[in-house]
């Protein structure tokens, strides 16, 4: 199959059969495995990458799609196991979520 190059040159996208365009959250086969293992498990994107074999590059778009739809959180930062460095851990657990504090006020002295 030869690939055309220049202006003129079609992009293609390609997804699986079953997954609707109008859809608000992908149902791609990678991102899933990615939300279950932090639906389950504290950890890092390196962690989730050895644990599911998503590659890493894909699984931090993953992590900033589910952050933005508010499915994912980091709930802190510490070194990682594995490196050493520090790094985030995130859970999709609303449990482990830090709560707002009800009594906080605003600048205004209004409640928030």
Not at 4 to 29: E, H, L, W, Y
Not at 45 to 69: F, H
Request: charged share 25%; aromatic share 10%.
């Amino acid at each position: 199959m030869k690939i055309r190059k220049g202006c003129n040159a079609q992009k293609r996208t390609i997804q699986p059969n079953n997954v609707k365009s109008d859809a608000n959250v992908p149902t791609s086969k990678d991102i899933c495995k990615v939300f279950h293992f932090f639906r389950y498990k504290v950890g890092t994107s390196l962690d989730c990458s050895l644990a599911t074999g998503v590659m890493r590059c894909s699984i931090t778009w993953y992590i900033a799609y589910l952050e933005q739809e508010d499915m994912l959180r980091a709930i802190y930062c510490k070194p990682d196991q594995t490196t050493g460095h520090r790094a985030k851990y995130y859970t999709a657990n609303k449990n482990l979520w830090r709560k707002p504090l009800i009594n906080e006020l605003s600048i205004w002295g209004d409640e928030v």
